[in-house]
């Protein structure tokens, strides 16, 4: 079981859970594309989460949280790089760093000075 927990916006404070791959009637992507186009923030509890749900709702968190830094003008920080760019191709090249650089990614901070996307050993 995932918890998300709307940080800001008008529904800030307002939490919900999931299983597996959905929020009650709302896809995964459909959860993510609708706050990163609201512009609203969020946290997430995986301390619940099967391995399944951790893996599939982190990926989505991961990119989601770059988008929005990027279309925020925040920078995204990655193995020393700063990334600004929020065209397509911006955020093409930073997807890219993060599938090529062959290691597992998480969010090591998000705030209103960027996005930090630390690394946690080799994928297998």
């Not at 830094?69 to 955020?91: H, I, W």
Request: aromatic content about 10%; hydrophobic content about 35%; some cysteine.
């Amino acid at each position: 079981m995932i918890k998300i927990t709307i940080t800001s916006g008008p529904y800030a404070g307002r939490s919900r859970t999931a299983e597996g791959a959905t929020m009650e009637d709302q896809s995964l992507e459909a959860i993510f594309h609708s706050l990163v186009q609201e512009g609203w923030h969020w946290e997430i509890d995986y301390s619940q989460a099967t391995p399944e749900e951790a893996f599939l709702w982190s990926r989505q968190d991961l990119g989601c949280r770059c988008v929005l830094a990027l279309k925020e003008g925040r920078p995204v920080y990655f193995q020393g790089e700063v990334l600004t760019d929020f065209s397509n191709e911006g955020v093409g090249r930073l997807e890219d760093a993060i599938v090529n650089s062959g290691k597992n990614v998480t969010v090591d901070r998000d705030d209103e000075a960027g996005l930090w996307i630390g690394v946690r050993g080799w994928t297998q």
